[in-house]
């Protein structure tokens, strides 16, 4: 389990109760001519919840992941074969911030000590 915060996209956003909204986090990085894109399952909790609802925020949105976990589950399915899964717990959000602050934050999620 890592904590991790940074500025991601959201898209496949859907409310599962009032207390959990699933969906899709993605980061991209242009490298020479071509673009890499990251997909990231993700859960949102607490007062991520409460900032997707006020904010408005939509598909294909910028956010930036204020507080979170980065987990990864692997399990063995019936034919035997093992698979794994990276799934990003969310539990705060907030504005993007502009470039014009002292530290200027790139699409990627950050690894937190």
């Known amino acids: 389990m890592l904590k991790v915060n940074g500025q991601v996209y959201v898209t496949n956003l859907r409310e599962v109760s009032p207390r959990l909204i699933t969906g899709t986090v993605y980061t991209f990085e242009k490298l020479g001519e071509e673009f890499k894109t990251t997909f990231i399952k993700a859960k949102f909790v ?20 204020k507080s979170g976990i980065l987990k990864s ?41």
Request: glycine letters at 4%; proline letters at 0%; charged letters at 35%.
């Open 46 to 65: 607490g007062k991520a919840i409460e900032h997707l609802i006020t904010k408005n925020v939509k598909e294909k949105d910028k956010v930036f992941v």
């Open 73 to 113: 589950n692997t399990w063995t399915n019936k034919e035997g074969k093992t698979n794994a899964q990276v799934e990003l717990t969310v539990f705060e959000l907030d504005d993007i911030r502009t470039e014009t602050t002292e530290t200027k934050e790139t699409t990627n999620i950050s690894i937190l000590d």
